[in-house]
């Protein structure tokens, strides 16, 4: 079976700063997807960035980006210049190309201080 | 615009009793997932489905069901509600392929007492 595993329940980093949030996954599938979803308090999920795993070249969405190291299986993203609206809880999800069933990580929440 | 909507947003309920959550997408998506969000778990895939007639179970599947009997629709049924089912619980739906977004309901918070 497919496993998500975020390590850091909690991440805090000042306004501008860059963090950088952890994701390992496990699968026996060489046809996947990895996404990073946000949820601030609002309760809804937003995609942030999407992985293809066929790809090497890291995804990019702005001030997002991935390190995605397949070998390793992981999966890690970065936020830069960090901005209030970025706190929130971020999941990291997987989607096998087989099962099309979406996995989730139990969630980093962070937060930016001003 | 498309959307996918749940209802109730909140529901109080007593432990024994049947209750269904509503999940209706108009975006057409043959994907419809449901998910209970508990702290210190993530989001917990409870069933899915890929398209009309058909059902899975997810991982925390026991003490739930579900059927898909139009696209649009995949209520969630708690047949004899627990305390251990007091959760938020997400629906969700995709278009087919495993690289296409999904799309998340606002969410149900329901509490069974």
């Known amino acids: 079976a497919q496993t998500v595993t975020q390590s850091q329940p909690e991440m805090s980093v000042q306004e501008a700063e860059t963090v950088t949030l952890s994701c390992t996954y496990d699968t026996s599938e060489s046809d996947y997807y990895l996404f990073w979803y946000k949820q601030p308090p609002s309760r809804q999920m937003i995609l942030v960035i999407r992985?293809?795993?066929?790809?090497?070249q890291n995804a990019t969405e702005n001030r997002f980006s991935v390190n995605f190291q397949k070998a390793a299986k992981s999966f890690s993203l970065k936020i830069s210049d960090s901005q209030l609206g970025d706190a929130a809880m971020y999941f990291c999800?997987?989607?096998?190309?087989?099962?099309?069933?979406?996995?989730f990580g139990t969630g980093t929440l962070l937060a930016v201080q001003p | 615009d498309a959307e996918i909507t749940q209802s109730p947003r909140h529901k109080i309920t007593e432990t024994g009793r049947q209750v269904t959550l509503a999940c209706h997408q108009t975006w057409n998506h043959n994907n419809m997932f449901w998910y209970r969000q508990d702290l210190g778990h993530g989001l917990r895939l409870i069933h899915y489905s890929y398209g009309v007639q058909d059902t899975n179970k997810g991982e925390v599947s026991d003490g739930y069901s579900v059927s898909r009997s139009n696209t649009e629709d995949l209520p969630l049924t708690l047949e004899s509600a627990a305390s251990s089912q007091t959760s938020v619980y997400f629906c969700a739906s995709s278009a087919r392929g495993p690289n296409t977004e999904a799309f998340f309901g606002q969410g149900t918070r329901l509490t069974v007492v």
């Open positions: 992985q293809e795993a066929y790809k090497q």
């Open positions: 999800a997987y989607r096998g190309g087989a099962t099309n069933k979406l996995i």
